[in-house]
């Protein structure tokens, strides 16, 4: 199986043969877990970071009233851990949405990153402060937008991630969670969430095959709600050439 972390840094960096041998080594141990595993509790200690092969988790918390509030998703080619390592206990839950293919690599082991292969470490720091950013937007989108558009946003930032792994075929995308959470990252209902799909779909927008997907003509839809893609390119400037001596 070829490597999806690989992938994605790959289309950021042209990878040393160090740094691929090193991404190597986060992928070294596999752990399969099932659909509504828990991988990560909540006020738990954080022993391992984990590098998604195959599948996709979320992280969530809940609000007073006991509803659950989905914070972070993550793809295949996704590290799940970094955001909680400055917590001695993780503040979220992070969940199976689907059969998961984990490559658990200890968060000690990230020391090298940093020591011997900076550029990684200013890529994992930087796709943290892209999802926050993108979180950022779906919160914008939840106190301005109506749900059609929210749902449409949602589905143009996950074409969008899946892209930098070449996970789109012939511009279909894989959708695999329920109606039910993406209502819980949106912050709509499972109705709404059915009535948007139906809306985009009426609308020519949206194409449903079973889990996949297709918008047509997404820079057009991307127009009509302000999407931004936070994914294609990023600010690589600042990134160190080599670890200092």
């Not at 509504?36 to 918390?61: C, D, K, M, P, Q």
């Not at 590290?79 to 917590?87: A, F, Y």
């Not at 600042?238 to 670890?243: G, L, M, N, V």
Request: hydrophobic letters at 40%; one cysteine or more; aromatic letters at 8%.
């Amino acid at each position: 199986m070829s490597s999806c972390l690989v992938a994605k840094l790959s289309h950021y960096l042209s990878l040393t043969d160090a740094e691929r041998a090193f991404l190597a080594h986060m992928e070294g141990d596999h752990l399969s877990l099932p659909r509504r595993s828990t991988v990560i509790g909540g006020r738990t200690r954080i022993g391992n970071v984990f590098v998604v092969r195959e599948g996709w988790l979320y992280a969530h918390t809940t609000d007073v009233e006991g509803q659950q509030i989905i914070t972070e998703l993550f793809h295949p080619g996704d590290v799940v851990g970094i955001s909680q390592l400055g917590c001695e206990l993780s503040t979220l839950v992070y969940t199976a949405a689907t059969d998961l293919e984990l490559c658990p690599f200890p968060k000690e082991g990230l020391r090298d990153a940093f020591a011997y292969h900076p550029r990684l470490a200013a890529l994992f720091f930087t796709f943290v402060t892209l999802e926050r950013v993108s979180m950022l937007d779906r919160l914008r989108a939840s106190t301005s937008m109506n749900p059609r558009d929210r749902v449409a946003l949602f589905l143009l930032q996950t074409r969008a991630r899946q892209s930098i792994t070449g996970r789109l075929k012939k511009e279909w995308f894989l959708m695999p969670l329920s109606q039910q959470l993406i209502g819980n990252v949106v912050g709509l209902s499972i109705v709404s969430v059915n009535r948007a799909l139906r809306v985009l779909e009426d609308q020519g927008h949206l194409a449903r095959e079973g889990r996949m997907m297709s918008l047509k003509n997404h820079e057009r839809l991307a127009a009509e709600v302000d999407f931004t893609d936070r994914d294609y390119e990023i600010d690589c400037s600042w990134f160190p050439d080599r670890a200092v001596a």
